[in-house]
């Protein structure tokens, strides 16, 4: 007999433990099994199998076995255990974060295996014509057989005609991740800089590398050289990129030189997709993942080096659940596997600059173009002043025009999409916001409808105001459709291709986008942030930056850091080949240290003065954060709970500063009220025992909520 401990999928933080079951067989250990819970049948995850152990209580029988192996190693495991006591969270909500959809130990999930249809190459004596037998020697020239893509070549009539004569055959086969671009890029030769980066990423007595490289200085030739390096020391290289834009970037270059050496992963795979991927990684088959944040938990065994891009990302924060850092967790990575780190960015975040300079890091700087092209110049258009042309500047329209005379492309950034971003009633002068949220409602003229980007909601009744029925309504504020409509009507003779959420579905149509801009089948670019990052294009010598200053007005402590960031990194986009590029913003605060700082390109002078201000109000890296939020549908309930917890603290807690409870930036989401307490801290320790005890409490309560984000 076997003693079985389980800790249960529940992630209730008052059942974190074990509990003991027994089983005749065997069970590997880190594996799923179903256990009977309070008269329930549940999923739980063997942390220990004891031969012959015994209990001091009567044992139930597991029920039933999932996984035939374990589904992590140790490693995985200790990070689990990890990622508990820095998060205090339950172990087993670390677990679910870091596994997979198919491999989370959790109830209810189904994994779903795609399969898509291929054509196999038969034998027949049927009769064919001519035009049948000149395709079907061409099909049998293809290298890749899949039905789809034949279909679009040599269409479906043509096919089905071969394949009725019996010299095609249709088989199914489960989907592999198919990769993007086949075209083979040549490995650069590093230039002397690049060469004295690489040297001492891989000499580095400290585990961290911090990477401050200029936008187009060529960092991802250095992680290319990297990853070769590794991969001839036998290691494996884990490389993690910001979501979406960047990956089909970096997927493309790691693709081309290390063909099947390589795993994908990121968050618009399928779940079988990504199913496949963590299997292919974790039965050793290949030595490269290149991935976004939960790629960060990819099971590389012997790993080398880890490589995370545009370090200063947001989107290496997870948001929600288990609310992570991804650089915390690649740190803890690479000392268990005794690996590198290497951090790069062109805007590195506060927190890692500040450990740079204080040595924690090795700090890197590589301020030369890539081909030595000088940075673009960067002119403010100052609102104030200059005329407007209807939805842009005088100037901006005839800098486009010459842009464009010359055979060069423009990108243009504008981070609010929809069409109008405001809707308010001429009568009872009452902006039209969502009933779920406390947010205004943005009108999208494409689908005729107004919807909240924060919950989903949509309407078509468009006409009406919502609170006294008048139809006197007028729309204010400009998003990118709005944008996109204006320069469709002003530059008639140019395609215009809009990147943002609404106008990019899936990873093939950004794809395309992507590809007919960089083919110059249109020659200016519209979108929101998704843009800005990464995207290197030959002839964008122009971009333009409009309503900054919305970026500037956000009210988080990091607002500024991320606007400035926005503002260097879609900068960078221009001139990167010509040398000759040019950056536009439109702004009615010239004069803010965000903006003069960047149109002088002086990150360092920004840092110094971002310093003073985070240091002046107690804000990261001075202290770090936990924000608590407490949230429900009963607005009195919610304040008063809040009230509560923010009285405890105040009594309970030492040498930290705590905020009284006040609104959430968005105050009602998706019918929920939300009131947050912001506790500031230098240590841990100080903290964690009152936020477990609160957390055990709350894990109970009915009708309010407590969700904590630590160093958010
Ligand atoms: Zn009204
Ligand atoms: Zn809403």
Do not use: W
């Not at 943002?500 to 801009?517: H, M």
């Not at 402590?557 to 879609?570: C, R």
């Not at 149109?599 to 002046?616: C, P, S, V």
Request: charge should be neutral; glycine fraction near 4%; aromatic fraction near 8%.
């Amino acid at each position: 007999m076997f003693l079985i401990k389980v800790i249960t999928e529940y992630k209730n933080i008052n059942l974190d433990k074990t509990f003991d079951y027994y089983s005749d067989v065997e069970i590997p250990l880190y594996s799923r099994v179903l256990v009977p819970f309070n008269n329930k049948e549940i999923v739980g995850f063997v942390t220990e199998v004891v031969e012959g152990g015994k209990s001091e209580f009567e044992l139930l029988e597991v029920k039933g076995i999932i996984d035939e192996k374990p589904i992590i190693n140790d490693e995985l495991f200790s990070l689990a255990t990890f990622m508990q006591e820095k998060y205090l969270s339950s172990r087993i909500q670390a677990l679910q974060t870091m596994l997979p959809p198919g491999l989370k130990p959790i109830s209810k999930q189904k994994e779903e295996v795609i399969y898509d249809l291929y054509i196999e190459i038969s034998d027949s004596d049927e009769k064919l014509t001519e035009k049948q037998a000149e395709v079907l020697g061409n099909i049998k020239k293809e290298s890749i057989l899949k039905n789809s893509v034949l279909i679009e070549k040599y269409k479906t009539h043509m096919i089905n005609a071969l394949v009725k004569k019996g010299y095609l055959k249709k088989i199914k086969k489960k989907r592999e991740l198919v990769l993007i671009d086949e075209k083979e890029v040549k490995f650069l030769e590093l230039t002397p800089l690049q060469e004295e980066v690489y040297h001492k990423v891989i000499n580095n007595d400290k585990t961290v590398s911090l990477l401050h490289g200029i936008t187009g200085s060529g960092k991802s030739e250095i992680f290319l050289h990297l990853t070769e390096y590794h991969l001839k020391q036998g290691k494996s290289v884990l490389v993690l990129v910001p979501e979406i834009t960047l990956t089909l970037m970096m997927q493309e270059k790691f693709a081309s030189h290390f063909k099947n050496e390589i795993a994908i992963l990121h968050s618009r795979l399928t779940n079988a997709q990504r199913y496949q991927e963590y299997q292919k990684i974790s039965e050793g088959k290949v030595k490269i993942v290149v991935g976004t944040r939960s790629s960060v938990f990819a099971p590389l065994n012997n790993i080398g080096l880890i490589i995370v891009d545009e370090e200063h990302d947001s989107s290496y924060k997870q948001s929600s659940g288990l609310m992570y850092h991804t650089n915390d967790i690649v740190i803890e990575r690479a000392s268990n596997h005794n690996a590198k780190v290497l951090l790069a960015s062109a805007t590195p975040s506060i927190v890692s600059l500040t450990k740079a300079y204080q040595k924690q890091y090795q700090y890197l700087v590589l301020n030369q173009r890539f081909f030595k092209q000088p940075l673009p110049k960067i002119e403010l258009v100052d609102l104030n002043y200059e005329p407007i042309n209807n939805i842009v500047s005088n100037k901006v329209i005839s800098s486009i025009n010459e842009t464009l005379k010359n055979d060069k492309q423009v990108i243009i950034l504008l981070n609010r999409r929809g069409y109008n971003t405001m809707i308010q009633c001429r009568d009872c002068q009452e902006t039209l916001m969502c009933p779920n949220c406390n947010v205004a409602l943005t009108y999208h003229n494409s689908t005729k409808t107004m919807s909240c980007h924060h919950c989903g909601f949509s309407t078509r009744n468009i006409n009406n105001c919502f609170y006294c029925g008048s139809t006197n309504l007028k729309r204010l504020g400009f998003g990118t459709q709005r944008v996109e409509e204006y320069l469709v009507n002003t530059f008639s003779e140019t395609t215009i291709t809009r990147i943002d959420q609404d106008a990019i579905k899936n990873i093939k149509q950004l794809q395309k986008s992507i590809d007919d801009f960089k083919d110059k089948k249109s020659n200016i670019l519209i979108g929101t942030q998704m843009i800005a990052k990464g995207l290197d294009f030959d002839s964008a010598d122009l971009v333009v930056v409009l309503n900054i200053d919305a970026s500037l007005a956000f009210n988080s402590y990091d607002a500024i850091e991320s606007a400035f960031t926005l503002l260097v990194q879609v900068s960078g986009r221009s001139g990167r080949h010509s040398g000759e590029g040019k950056v536009l913003i439109e702004t009615f605060q010239p004069n803010h240290y965000v903006i003069q700082r960047a149109q002088q390109h002086d990150y360092l002078g920004f840092y110094e003065l971002e310093m003073k201000q985070r240091k002046k109000y107690d804000n990261p890296p001075y202290y770090k954060i936990a924000l608590l939020l407490v949230s429900g549908e009963d607005e009195n309930k919610v304040v008063k709970e809040a009230n509560s917890i923010y009285e405890y603290l105040n009594e309970n807690l030492k040498d930290v500063i705590i905020h009284n409870n006040m609104n959430a930036p968005i105050y009602k989401l998706a019918s929920r009220y939300r009131q947050q307490i912001v506790v500031k801290y230098k240590s841990i320790e100080s903290i964690k025992d009152e936020i477990l005890r609160l957390k055990k409490s709350y894990g109970s309560k009915k009708g309010v909520s407590l969700t904590i984000d630590i160093d958010y």
